[in-house]
C-alpha cells in the first residue's frame, strides 16, 4: 500500500457567488446567490447569515433574504475569474492542481519546506492570494487530497498519520460534496444502513464492500479510509509565447519596421509550430520612444501563416506610424497608397517622437495547429483572398470594428433583423432575441407567446374601428394582421408544441415538406419548402403540386413540420410574426429621425388608439425638414413586443408614400412619430 | 488582305453573306490581337459584371463594365437603384464593399439578391474615406462609394479613384454627385404603388431610370422598372427602353409579361 502524499488544499468559499459577484459588480456587503434550475446553488456568507441556504427554492430564498442579488450561473466566468488566483499562488508554490474553480490542490512538500512549517505556509498563501486577488481563501493540508479538502473546509491541518482519525467521526455526506459528482444515492443507502459516518464505512472490509454496492463505493471507500487514489496532478503554466525585439535605434519608417517583423513573425511561427500550436488572434503591441503604448489584437478566422502576420505586422504599424506622422504635420490630403505612405512615413522632417522603440508580438489565442480543418469545399478562393487582404487593410487604418458584414438574424423591425460583425470574426451567431441577454425563455417560445399578442389585437383591431374615421378606407391592415394571425400557429410548431393536424393535410409519408402557414413567401422560397396551405389545396385535388408559391391568404391551421431527410436546409428561421413582409426600406437611418405628421388642417396627427389615427396625414416633416405631401399610407399596425423588458420596442408603425417617391416607415411611440426607415 | 476578301465578295454576294464575313474578319482580328497581347486587368475574362435582366437591356455593356465608374446622383430611389445593381454581380461570386453609407438597409440588400456574406461595409470612413476606397479597390469586384463630397473628396481625387479602379478591373459605384462618371444612372417619376388612403402596404415602385454618359445616345436611355417589385428583387416594369428623346426600342414581352408573374406571386 502506497503512502498517500501530504497535500495542500486551498478552498475560496462560495466561488460561484464570488465569481458572479465580481463580474456583475455585487458589492460584498449585499447578500448574493447563484441560482440554477430555481434551487440556490451557492450563496454568499451575507446570505447564509440571512438563512439562504444551497438547495433552497428561489422564492423562499428571496422570502428570507428580500434584498438577495440573484445571479447566473456561468462555469466558464467561475474558470477565467479563478486564473488570477492560480496565478498568485504559483508565484509562490508551482505544480498547482486546479481541482474546480474554487479549489486548488499542490503537493505540499515545497511549500512546506521552504516557508518552514505547515502553519507558516498556509498564511502566506492566504496573504498572497488576498493581496493579488482580494479574494478570501482557506487552506488545509492532510494526507490525500480528499482529506485536504475537507481540511481545508474547516481551515485545519490534520497532522501526518492522523487522517483516518480525522475522516472517521465526519458524516459519509462528506463524499457527496464535489458538484461535478452526484453520489446521492450512495449517501442514502449507506445512511439507510446505519453507516453514518466515514469511520463506520472504513471499517468495512474492502471486498464486501466492492461486491455490495459497486465501483463507485469502492473509490469512496478507499477514500473514507484516507487513501487517496491519485496524487496532485501538477498544472504547467502557460507556456511563454510571445516574441519581442527591441529596435535600437527606433524605427519611424514602415519598410524598416516591417523588416523588423518579418524576423519576428518567423520566430513567433517557430516557437509556435515548436508547441504545435496556430494563432487565431494576434496581439500587436509596440512602444513608441515617448514611451506610449500601442497594442492592438487581430481576430482571424483561420490560423495566420508567417506571411499573414508579417502582413498584418506590417499593416498594423504603416497605420500606427501613418498616423502618427499625419498627426504631427497636419497633412490635408488623403493617403493613397502604400507605396505614397512609406514615403510619407519616410519623408526625412520627422524625428523621433512616433518612433517604434520595441516591438511585440502575442499569441492570444492559439488553437492545436491539426485541430483547424479546412472545408472540403468553399476553400478560399483568389478573389475571396484578394478582398480578405483589402478589408485586412482597411481594418488597420480603421481599426478592427471598422470594417463588418451583416448577417440576417430575427426581428421585426428592418433595423433589429441585422446583427453586425466585424470582419474575420465568426458569422455564425446563434439566434437571440435581440436585446434580450439574459433570461431562460428560447426564442422560439417567446415569439409564439408575441405572437398571440400581436395576432390578436391586430386581427381584432380593424373591425372594431372600421367606422370610426370616416371613409379613411379602414380596411388596413388585413394583410399584416392575416399574416400575424396566421403565423401563430406557424411558431408553434416550429417550436415543437403539437399542433393541430389540419383534417386534410398532406398524406403523412409524404416526402414533401410544408413549410407552415405563417413564413414569409422569401423564407419559403429560400428554404424550397411548399407551403402548407399549398399543400392543402393540392392534397385534396391530389394533384402533387411541382412548384407551390406561397399566397398566405387563407388563414389555415398549418401542419407540423415534418423532418425529412431530403432537404439539405439548415434548420428554418423562425417566422417573427409582425415583421414587415417585403420590400423593406433600403435606407434605415442608424438613429431614428423625429417627423411630424399633420393633416389637411395643419394639426397634428397623433394616435387615439394603437390602431387608429387622429385624422388621415396629408403632409410629413422628416427632421424639421421642408413638408412633402402624403400621396398614401396604411396603418396604423399596433406592434406588440418585448413589454416585458423596460423600454420595450412598443408603438405603432405606419407606412407612408410622399409625392417624390420615397416612402417612409414611421413608428409611433411615447408620443411622437420616428422615421425606422426610409424606402429610397 | 482582309480588304481584299471583303470586296472580292462584295461584287456579287447579298449584303447578308457580306455582313457575315465582316463579322468574322473581325472576330479573327479580335482573336489575333488577344493573342498577341495579353490584357493588363486580372480578370480579362469577366470584363462585364453582370446585371439584373432589365437593367442589362439598359447599360450599353449589357452590365457593369469592369474599370468604370458610375454615378448614381442622390434622388429617390437610387439606393434601392444602387441595390438593384449589387444583385446579381453578388450573386455570382462578386465581392462588393460600401464605404460611407452606415444607412444601408441590409435587409432590402438580402431582398434584392445581394449575397451578405461578400459584402463588406465600411460605415465610417471619416476622413481615411479616399484611402479606405483605394484599399477596397485593390480587391473588390464593386466598390460603392457615398458622401464623397461630404469628406472632401475632389476632382483629383475622383480622377484618382477612377484610374485605381481601371487599373484593378473594379467598378466604382458612386452615390451622390460623380463628375467624370462614365455612366450615370438617374431614377425618375418614381411611384409607389399598393398603398391606398389608409389601406393596403408598400408593394413595390415603378420607376424610370435614366441612363447618360458613354456608350448611350446624346438624348440618354430610359427603361421603365419596377424597383423594387414585389418581394424586393429588381423587375421590368411594362414600359420599353427608349432611347433619344424619339425612338422606341423594342424590349417588349418580357418586360410586359414579368410584372403580371411577380403581382401574382406577392
Not at chain 1, 439507510?192 to 465501483?215: K, Q, T, Y
Not at chain 1, 499573414?308 to 497633412?331: C, E, H, K
Not at chain 2, 427602353?241 to 408573374?261: F, I, K, Q, W, Y
Amino acid at each position: 500500500m502506497s503512502v498517500s502524499t501530504r497535500v495542500l488544499a486551498l478552498w475560496s468559499p462560495d466561488w460561484p457567488v464570488t465569481a458572479a459577484a465580481l463580474a456583475a459588480h455585487v458589492p460584498s456587503h449585499r447578500p448574493a446567490a447563484v441560482i440554477v434550475a430555481n434551487r440556490v446553488l451557492a450563496c454568499s456568507a451575507v446570505a447564509r447569515s440571512h438563512g439562504v441556504r444551497r438547495g433552497l427554492r428561489r422564492r423562499e430564498a428571496q422570502a428570507r433574504c428580500p434584498e438577495l442579488v440573484v445571479l447566473d450561473r456561468d462555469r466558464d466566468r467561475d474558470a477565467r475569474a479563478f486564473e488570477p488566483v492560480v496565478a498568485a499562488i504559483e508565484e509562490l508554490a508551482p505544480g498547482v492542481e486546479i481541482v474546480r474553480p474554487g479549489l486548488v490542490a499542490l503537493a505540499a512538500q515545497g511549500p512546506v519546506g521552504w516557508f518552514g512549517g505547515e502553519q507558516a505556509a498556509a498564511e502566506k498563501l492566504v496573504d498572497q492570494v488576498a493581496a493579488r486577488t482580494s479574494v478570501e481563501c482557506q487552506v488545509g493540508v492532510a494526507d490525500g487530497l480528499f482529506a485536504a479538502v475537507l481540511a481545508a473546509r474547516r481551515g485545519l491541518a490534520v497532522a501526518p498519520g492522523d487522517t483516518p482519525a480525522f475522516l472517521a467521526p465526519l458524516g459519509v455526506e462528506e463524499l457527496d460534496r464535489e458538484p461535478d459528482v452526484d453520489r446521492s444515492e450512495l449517501v442514502g443507502l449507506l445512511r439507510r444502513l446505519g453507516l453514518r459516518s466515514l469511520g463506520a464505512l472504513a471499517a468495512l472490509d474492502p471486498e464486501d464492500v466492492a461486491s455490495r454496492f459497486g465501483a463507485d463505493a469502492v473509490l469512496c471507500h478507499r477514500l473514507a479510509r484516507g487513501l487517496d487514489p491519485r496524487p496532485p496532478v501538477r498544472r504547467r503554466p502557460s507556456e511563454e509565447l510571445a516574441v519581442e525585439i527591441e529596435l535600437d535605434p527606433p524605427v519611424d519608417r514602415v519598410d524598416a519596421a516591417a523588416f523588423a517583423a518579418r524576423g519576428l513573425a518567423e520566430r513567433l511561427h517557430r516557437t509556435l509550430a515548436g508547441h504545435g500550436l496556430s494563432c487565431t488572434r494576434l496581439g500587436v503591441a509596440a512602444r513608441t520612444v515617448e514611451g506610449e503604448e500601442l497594442h492592438r489584437i487581430w481576430r482571424c478566422a483561420e490560423p495566420l501563416t508567417p506571411a499573414g502576420t508579417v502582413d498584418r505586422v506590417r499593416w498594423q504599424l504603416d497605420a500606427w506610424l501613418t498616423r502618427s506622422a499625419r498627426s504631427r504635420s497636419r497633412m490635408a490630403s488623403a493617403q493613397l497608397t502604400s507605396a505614397e505612405a512609406d514615403e510619407r512615413a519616410s519623408s526625412p522632417a520627422e524625428g523621433g517622437p512616433g518612433a517604434v522603440s520595441r516591438l511585440r508580438l502575442v499569441p492570444e489565442e492559439t488553437v492545436t495547429a491539426g485541430a483547424l480543418q479546412l472545408g472540403l469545399w468553399g476553400d478560399v478562393g483568389e478573389a475571396d483572398e484578394r478582398a480578405g487582404r483589402a478589408l485586412v487593410r482597411v481594418q488597420a487604418l480603421l481599426g478592427p470594428e471598422s470594417v463588418v458584414t451583416a448577417v440576417l438574424v430575427g426581428g421585426r423591425d428592418p433595423a433589429e433583423q441585422v446583427r453586425l460583425v466585424p470582419w474575420g470574426d465568426d458569422r455564425k451567431l446563434e439566434l437571440a432575441v435581440p436585446g434580450e441577454e439574459s433570461g431562460p425563455v428560447a426564442p422560439s417560445a417567446v415569439g409564439a407567446g408575441e405572437a398571440g399578442c400581436a395576432g390578436s389585437s391586430g386581427g381584432v383591431a380593424p373591425a372594431g374601428n372600421a367606422g370610426s374615421v370616416g371613409g379613411a378606407g379602414l380596411a388596413r391592415g388585413a394583410d399584416l394582421a392575416g399574416r400575424a394571425a396566421s403565423s401563430v400557429g406557424g411558431v408553434g410548431s416550429v417550436a415543437g408544441a403539437p399542433g393541430a393536424v389540419a383534417g386534410g393535410s398532406a398524406e403523412p409519408g409524404s416526402l414533401r415538406s410544408a413549410a407552415p402557414a405563417g413564413w414569409p413567401e422569401d423564407v419559403v422560397r429560400r428554404t424550397g419548402r411548399v407551403s402548407a396551405a399549398d399543400v392543402d389545396t393540392h392534397a385534396n385535388e391530389s394533384v402533387p403540386s411541382t412548384k407551390g408559391r406561397s399566397t398566405n391568404r387563407r388563414r389555415r391551421v398549418p401542419t407540423p413540420r415534418r423532418s425529412t431527410g431530403r432537404t439539405a436546409v439548415r434548420e428554418p428561421p423562425p417566422s417573427w410574426p409582425g415583421r414587415l413582409p417585403a420590400p423593406s426600406p433600403a435606407t434605415v437611418p442608424p438613429q431614428p429621425l423625429p417627423a411630424e405628421l399633420v393633416d389637411v388642417t395643419g394639426s397634428p396627427v397623433r394616435l387615439t388608439a394603437p390602431d387608429l389615427l387622429s385624422a388621415p396625414p396629408h403632409q410629413v416633416m422628416v427632421d424639421g425638414g421642408r413638408p412633402r405631401a402624403v400621396q398614401g399610407w396604411a396603418g396604423p399596425w399596433p406592434l406588440h413586443q418585448r413589454w416585458w423588458a423596460p423600454g420595450g420596442a412598443e408603438g405603432s408603425r405606419l407606412q407612408v408614400a410622399m409625392d417624390d417617391g420615397v416612402a417612409l416607415l414611421l413608428l409611433a411611440r411615447s408620443g411622437r412619430w420616428w422615421v425606422t426607415g426610409i424606402y429610397d | 488582305m482582309g480588304e481584299a476578301a471583303v470586296t472580292g465578295v462584295a461584287a456579287g454576294a447579298d449584303p447578308a453573306s457580306r455582313l457575315e464575313l465582316a463579322r468574322g474578319l473581325l472576330r479573327r482580328m479580335e482573336d489575333r490581337s488577344a493573342a498577341v497581347r495579353p490584357v493588363a486587368t486580372p480578370e480579362a475574362d469577366g470584363r462585364v459584371l453582370p446585371v439584373a435582366e432589365p437593367l442589362a437591356r439598359l447599360l450599353p455593356a449589357g452590365g457593369l463594365r469592369r474599370g468604370s465608374a458610375v454615378a448614381l446622383p442622390a434622388v429617390p430611389g437610387a439606393t434601392s437603384l444602387l441595390l438593384a445593381l449589387l444583385a446579381e454581380a453578388s450573386a455570382g461570386g462578386a465581392w462588393v464593399g460600401v464605404v460611407g453609407r452606415p444607412e444601408l438597409g441590409l435587409l432590402a440588400a438580402a431582398e434584392a439578391g445581394v449575397r451578405l456574406e461578400r459584402l463588406a461595409l465600411v460605415p465610417h470612413p471619416g476622413t481615411d474615406l479616399m484611402a479606405v476606397t483605394v484599399a477596397l479597390l485593390d480587391g473588390m469586384d464593386v466598390v460603392a462609394v457615398s458622401g464623397a463630397d461630404r469628406a472632401g473628396v475632389r476632382a483629383a481625387d475622383r480622377q484618382r479613384l477612377a484610374a485605381r479602379a481601371r487599373q484593378r478591373g473594379a467598378v466604382l459605384l458612386a452615390l451622390g454627385p460623380w463628375p467624370g462618371a462614365d455612366v450615370e444612372l438617374h431614377c425618375v417619376d418614381a411611384q409607389w404603388q399598393g398603398l391606398g388612403a389608409g389601406a393596403g402596404r408598400l408593394r413595390s415602385r415603378r420607376v424610370r431610370v435614366q441612363l447618360k454618359g458613354r456608350g448611350a445616345a446624346p438624348g440618354g436611355r430610359t427603361a421603365g422598372l419596377l424597383l423594387p417589385a414585389p418581394g424586393g428583387a429588381v423587375a421590368g416594369a411594362a414600359g420599353s427602353v427608349t432611347t433619344g428623346r424619339s425612338g422606341v426600342a423594342d424590349v417588349g414581352r418580357l418586360g410586359e409579361d414579368r410584372p403580371a408573374v411577380r403581382a401574382a406571386a406577392g
